[in-house]
């Protein structure tokens, strides 16, 4: 039980306004390009039309000559200090500027730096750059065909194949399949997409010969990690590199990897002795940076004739482009994508994926993707559906009859995760109270009659996040705790550090509200800072909704570490012994004699004007958390469409979203980041791809075709909550700020083909555009 | 994103304008809203050398009735278009194609002439302008030409303007009574290019049999296209819905779309056929409202 | 040869931004967004894109908004312009920013001064917006994080507190 909070001290469960709030709303904000620094030059990234090419030769000279260039780098220039490629987070090296030959088409080739932007796109255009077309792979099905050229000369084995990974006891679940009366197959694509925050990624890089020290303002999710791989892999000493993420306008995903134009920055900042800015733009966000998704997905679902599921069976082919540079943790190929089996009890399952590469930039984990489990999470929503219409069962009764039990918590799945807390019906069944299922049910009955085409879409996810125990998660080696550090003022106020980084999350505001719910310090009276690696705590950064997991729990133990000092210090203050005291948030008090207490501001006061003897002055702490398992929220989103006959077009009726994150640390952000999710599932059920035709020719590499839907796009957002806490956490909450992303596609897709089913169609990949819907319209001879 | 270098010049006047044109030759190209060219210019795929800023001219920008005409001003931004009083009441075809322009930033800068201009069969206004039957002024160093709309869109991004003319106006012939039209654009989302966007105007004599018709379609071919056997088909009959959906069918056998992220061959054809159905049904609404 | 890569002869640019008049010699080609960024220090407007889409440089411009990634500085030679940094006028946060922080529209903030001035000039033109009035409003600026539902009840607060204390 949460003790509650008055509204004054802001605690956990109220939706007090974003302290972060008052730069932004001034155009305050500072984000890295608004860094400005003397001396600063610009940087501008010459890259590779072409997708697949020997580089035979580079011309510097013109570009050199304009007035106002200071330097053109190149991967020659780079390989003399060994750094034409780095690693990436996942065993594999990617081109820093290409040597020998390019790999996908935007490929960085060379850098060059000037006095302004301007001067450096006009020099961009004047380097010479000589090359030989190879034959272009982009159909990851036909990566490990023998006619296929082979991409990657660099590696020791000459294979487009870069893993195969594969999980859960294969016999069992086999002989499952050959004994079971009913199965149900789908074969669905999880596009290639991009996350695109609307702030693109840049650094400035300034490194300052007097002191020898480098500071990068960096667009990054995970700063210190991104400090500890510039000093392993630059060979400067980490203590002379810092790293700041300010303000940053958006992550998703995007801002985890370490991307060629920083590297390119340092180095060019080392070389020059100057502040080098690279800010890269929306084009080259979106055909260079990390995408997401691209995984070709085959599951198959065995069960018994009342629709009972008994195993799960899933293979797929993971597109990760030239470059394996997808963020996950080590031991997790394919991220947590055996996250499969859902919400689901299955007796056994078995997984497998295969990465390969291709032509295409590199990556693979991104866009709020809970490290894959978006993939994993469509695809069994989905293809329960196909059971469900297979069986002529209703789709929202077959998950109840599936559902994992809350008397079955913690849940091992045959895949190997532990469930920590979960009541599924709870959450089905608000939504469907919520959005009036039988009424609806009714109402597409009807209209079937008239040759309307209505549907109902339920999609019941189960995720995990706060990634994560140091038994299994790691990122390029570095343990996945993380940490917070508090430090209370004499007047009883308090700064804290984390080592997340908020992208938008509202951390600010609500590791405040916990320091206030755990100490009784008002919200208002805390300040939160994240980003700086000189001054923040040691953490492994903000991406698969991990803060309130782990950070979020290293606050409440840091804070209750500060509330047991306190304890002492108000035991010496009302001259009795600790065990006659009691807490209420904001104070000790004398058990059965309340007026006898002590404030938490008087007791800051105290910690450093009357120190109780043995005790050490100030009121701070640290803690760095290793959460004991992830955290699984889950939920029910249902959504309802209408579809024109005459155009294909999609309208979406309705959409209600209950999300169970256990308990809530601002409601009011909690809806925000739901809000925000839901549209960009929105889009890439219906608007989103990033394709590459026979050539290797990006497809969608602007935001004139790369769609990020608008408020006339985006519907009315019907949001509700259940509370199941995770047993584990200090607080029992769950992250939250993926959910959205993972369980939305389903309920969108499963929606259409809903509305379709009587007319005998089972799937339509995503994005599901207007000409694809009017497509099978008229191929079921029903357009208007 | 960053244009390259070019010269700025700012006439007062059309004819100091024209001068420039013709003084700088294919060097020069004309700046007006800006909407299209600026962004062509900062991905480098228009480099003109010297940029003919006509923005301060005044006495470009009108919408009135005058002499049996509606004359639209080639400078009018597309938002003076939507909050003309004359525009809302009088041509809701005009409005309807002018609030689906790119997003309400883009309208208030972007122009008329500016849309006719460019030659983008991907553009809006050609195809209403189309059905309308209009007129475009060009005003060069011999001074003012007519040409008929129907030979105003040449090829794609080709117009009958001359390098040293000015689009300076626009005329539309004000419809007769029982005149109605609509414009239907299907777009992937607000402020893009249309999929397929059909323009439908008609007039209506007292026996409700269509006296005039004029269907012009966007981005379904190298420029707007006029579906002149739609029209023929439906000139002396009734615009019921049976003869609605044979013109709606012919406006589309019209029509010659080319694949693209957008959509297939298959599917724009079918759009025009469902979008000129919707916009010929609007327009005979209109017609029988007295609207124009 | 001109349209190359040589600097064309600077201009002088005198206007006036968030009521102080400024001017600055630049080259014909400095786009308006770097133009306010850069040569004025004024970093509230944002760029978000190189095709024009995402509005989040939008100013308010001779009393319309404008894209500012869209328009050259020197085009802007003797206009008023209000950015962002502009609303908070008289010691005080205009209503739309005060409903901005009130109904949680905003997350990372990138998009917001694009989508105050969007909605600034929403409410000049339509002092009592419906709801699609204001989804239409603000068509031309993308947000990534919010799904806009806030922002439509930050400008439905701000509607509000004008129609009680008088239009600003």
Redesign the interface.
Known sequence: MIAKTSPEIGGMGHSIKRKEDSRFIQGKGNYVDDVHLPGMVFGHMVRSPYAHARLKSINTEKAKELPGVLAVITGEDLAKANLAWMPTLFFDKQMVLATGKVLFQAQEVAFVVAQDQYTAADAAELVEVEYEELPVLVDPHKATDPGSPILREDREEKSNHIFHWEVGDKAATDKAFQSAPVKASLHAISQRCHPAPLETCGCVADFNRATEKLTVYLTSQAPHAHRTLFSLVGGIPEQNIRVVSPDIGGGFGNKVPIYPGYVCAVVASLTLGLPVKWIETRSENLQSTGFARDYHMTAEIAADQNGKVKALRVKTLADHGAFNAAAQPTKFPAGLFSMCTGSYDFAESFCEVDGVYTNKAPGGIAYRCSFRITEAAYLIERVVDILASQLKIDPAELRRRNFIQPDQFPYKTPLGWTYDSGNYEGALNKALEMVGYAQLRKEQEEKRKKGELMGIGISSFTEAVGAGPAHTFDIAGIKMFDSAEIRVHPTGKAICRMGTKSQGQGHETTYAQIVAQELGIPASDVIVEEGDTDTAPYGLGTYASRSTPTSGAATAMAARKIRDKAKKIAAHLLECSEEDLEWEPGKFFVKGAPSKSKSIQEIAFAAYTNIPAGLEAGLEAVNYYDPPNLTFPFGTYICVVDIDKGTGEIKVRRFVAVDDCGNVINPMIVQGQIHGGLTEGLAIAFMQLIDYDENGNVQGGSFMDYLIPTAVETPHWETGSTCTPSPHHPFGAKGVGESPNVGSPAAFVNAVVDALSHLGVKHIDMPITPWKVWNVLKEKGVVS | ????????L?PKTVPEAVAMLQQHGD?AKI?SG??SL??M????LA?????I?I?RISGLSYVKEEGGYLKIGGLTRE?EMESSPLVRSKYPILLDTAHVI?????R??ATVGGNLAHGDPANDHPATMVALGAQVIATGPKGERVIPIEDFFVSLFATALQHEEILTEIRIPVPAARSGGAYFK?E?????FA?AAVAAQLTLDEKGVCQSVGIGLTNVGPTPVKARKAEEFLRGKKPDESNIAQAAQLAADESTPSPD????V??KK??VK??T??ALTRALERSGRGLH | MIGRNEMAKKQTVHLKINGQQREADVEPRLLLVHFIRDTLGLTGTHVGCDTSNCGACTVVFDGRTIKSCTMFAVQADGAELLTVEGLFQEGKLHPLQEGFKQEHGLQCGFCTPGMLMSTYALLQKNAQPTESDIRWGISGNLCRCTGYQNIVKAVQYAAGKMAQGGAR
Do not use: C, H, W
């Open positions: 994103m960053i244009p390259p270098s070019f010269e700025y700012r060097e700046l800006g909407q600026i962004p210019m900062k991905l480098r480099r003109p050398g010297v940029l800023d923005n938002a790119a997003d309400p930033q883009v208030n800068m299907l992937r989302k607000v402020g893009d999929t992220l957008r959509g297939p298959e599917y079918g759009l469902e979008l159905k919707r």
